[in-house]
């Protein structure tokens, strides 16, 4: 299996693939790296080279699926650069659900990964705005969830089952962590609220906005990816996404060697790239450093609640860092909106 993860078997891959017109099939490589879970496989045959993923069992239902893949042509239709995706051969349908498991198979689109320049940086803000302004108007019979990090009912949920994982070494400093980043949580949120967040217009965002879902080349961006997290909420949610993973400093092996501060460049940078096309209020900018908080920890705490750990990582050195770069946004504040607001 895949790095420890979910796998394609022979049988299965070839029961897939004949459901597509892609001729002679020359190589089906693993692809690694994302979700464990959700086995990819680069194809490439005589009609060219294409991704096969199949989606986590039980992610996902069939409407939300079809509800991505609706947004993903509307995309692509408005020149926005996404994979396209391969009808079946038959049905034409690109949603292939067999034996209770969900297929989808994409153009491979070439591209590299973000290689830390101030100008992919920059390009990766503007993209995102790209993408709100491409996206505004799509037709919808169907809204995807529309619970998104902010004032999050699942976000606390998860944090009071990580206080209560008392187990014998590091249970009373989780429970003191989870104690503390509820406190920073609920501030943070009402921060926001109280700059008339529930007035603000909503529409599509992307929902994971960061580095590792797009591809580049020459610094520009020539693939968004991985639009599972769809939601429908004010689009300074994946601005503030965007802001914390480009500037967010990590990189060693060890949580707890991690710095405290975020690199301050590339979140100015992220943001003149979206501010490049959209006008921006000083509530919408005063908000961005609570809602930045809301976001590191609710995705911080969901794989810890579950299984103590995020990744291979210590849940008690993972979510002390994550303490500590909450604290130094809310320490640093003051500085952080002087650098938004010049």
């Not at 590299?112 to 390009?123: G, L, V």
């Not at 803000?125 to 108007?137: A, P, R, T, Y």
């Not at 590792?212 to 961006?221: H, I, P, T």
């Amino acid at each position: 299996m895949t790095r420890g993860g979910a796998n394609f078997t022979s049988d299965e891959l070839a029961l897939v693939l004949s459901h597509y017109q892609l001729g002679t099939i020359y190589s089906a490589t693993a692809l690694l790296g994302g979700n464990s879970r959700a086995p990819k496989r680069i194809i490439v045959s005589e009609k060219g080279k294409f991704l096969l993923k199949r989606r986590p069992h039980g992610k996902d239902d069939i409407y939300r699926v079809v509800f991505a893949h609706g947004i993903l042509s509307h995309l692509n239709k408005g020149g926005f650069p996404v994979a396209s995706l391969v009808p079946t051969e038959k049905e034409k349908n690109t949603v292939l659900n067999l034996n209770n498991h969900i297929y989808e198979l994409f153009e491979y689109i070439p591209g590299k990964r973000y290689d830390n320049s101030n100008e992919s940086a920059y390009n990766a803000g503007k993209s995102l705005v790209d993408f709100h302004k491409c996206i505004n108007d799509f037709p919808t019979q169907f809204n995807p969830l529309k619970e998104t990090y902010h004032d999050s009912t699942a976000v606390r949920g998860h944090l009071k089952l990580v206080s209560k994982k008392a187990m014998p070494g590091n249970g009373v400093h989780l429970s003191s962590l989870a104690e503390q980043l509820t406190t920073t949580y609920n501030q943070a949120s009402t921060n926001v609220n109280q700059l008339s967040y529930d007035a603000w217009p909503e529409q599509i965002i992307h929902g994971d906005w960061h580095p590792g879902n797009m591809l580049f080349e020459n610094s520009q961006v020539v693939a968004v990816l991985d639009f599972d997290s769809i939601k429908v909420a004010p689009t300074m949610c994946d601005l503030a996404n965007g802001m914390l993973h480009f500037s967010i400093v990590g990189g060693r092996p060890n949580p707890a060697d991690w710095p405290d501060y975020l690199n301050m460049e590339k979140l100015k940078i992220f943001l003149n790239g979206y501010r490049s096309e959209a006008f921006l209020n000083d509530d919408m900018l005063n908000s961005l450093p609570d809602l930045m908080i809301e976001t590191m920890i609710a995705e911080a705490v969901l794989p810890v609640a579950a299984t103590g750990f995020f990744g291979n990582l210590s849940g008690d050195d993972f979510l002390g860092m994550i303490l500590r770069k909450c604290l130094w946004i809310l320490n640093n504040k003051a500085e952080i909106l002087k650098k938004i607001f010049e």
